[in-house]
T-cell receptor, first 111, second 114 residues
Framework: GDSVTQTEGPVTLSEGTSLTVNCSYETKQYPTLFWYVQYPGEGPQLLFKVPKANEKGSNRGFEATYNKEATSFHLQKASVQESDSAVYYCALSNSNNRIFFGDGTQLVVKP | GGIITQTPKFLIGQEGQKLTLKCQQNFNHDTMYWYRQDSGKGLRLIYYSITENDLQKGDLSEGYDASREKKSSFSLTVTSAQKNEMAVFLC?????????????FGPGTRLTVL
């Protein structure tokens, strides 16, 4: 079945350092890929989505490229801020219109 | 813009008790969802409703019932709460049934069973 595997957290970084959260997916279909972010006390919210292979999505300094050959969608940011502390979810939706979430990666950014 | 409201914010129950969680959205979205979020795990789909008067089971529906009372509201019932159960239940909505649509989430109801 379809699944998403992402970096196990927590990931702890200092402000100003770079971030990579790995995301790999399995599906036999042609998915749309998502990154959601969940801040403490809130529900997840969409960071960005990419519906097509080999395209890049970005928002708030975060970016990820839909790599169909490697079945990956790694999240990157060049310089994290304390306000980026949150849980990040990678997700895919398939042509059956179901969405599958990874287990989430908690990011802790220290000042 | 719109908002999803979940009530209650915190729910404490006893083992074997029937518990109901409520969700309201003012986006005028057709599709609504209930997810369970356990610590360190992803979001697992319990029930969803494509349109008003529709109900579909997700991957984790055993032990739960759902009701789509009207387009804007979607309730979830834990039919018999399990002792030591702790989880956050998230309600979400999307404009239509389609995987490429963004889902909008509420803040969650945190359940504790004593």
């Amino acid at each position: 079945g379809d699944s998403v595997t992402q970096t196990e957290g927590p990931v702890t970084l200092s402000e100003g350092t770079s971030l990579t959260v790995n995301c790999s997916y399995e599906t036999k279909q042609y998915p749309t890929l998502f990154w959601y972010v969940q801040y403490p006390g809130e529900g997840p919210q969409l960071l960005f989505k990419v519906p097509k292979a080999n395209e890049k999505g970005s928002n708030r300094g975060f970016e990820a490229t839909y790599n169909k050959e490697a079945t990956s969608f790694h999240l990157q940011k060049a310089s994290v801020q304390e306000s980026d502390s949150a849980v990040y979810y990678c997700a895919l939706s398939n042509s059956n219109n179901r969405i599958f979430f990874g287990d989430g990666t908690q990011l802790v950014v220290k000042p | 813009g719109g908002i999803i409201t979940q009530t209650p914010k915190f729910l404490i129950g006893q083992e074997g008790q029937k518990l109901t969680l409520k969700c309201q959205q003012n986006f005028n979205h057709d599709t609504m969802y209930w997810y369970r979020q356990d610590s360190g795990k992803g979001l697992r789909l319990i029930y969803y409703s494509i349109t008003e008067n529709d109900l579909q089971k997700g991957d984790l529906s055993e032990g739960y019932d759902a009701s789509r009372e009207k387009k804007s509201s979607f309730s979830l019932t834990v039919t018999s709460a399990q002792k030591n159960e702790m989880a956050v239940f998230l309600c979400a909505s999307s404009p239509d049934w389609g995987g490429s649509y963004e889902q909008y989430f509420g803040p969650g109801t945190r359940l504790t069973v004593l």
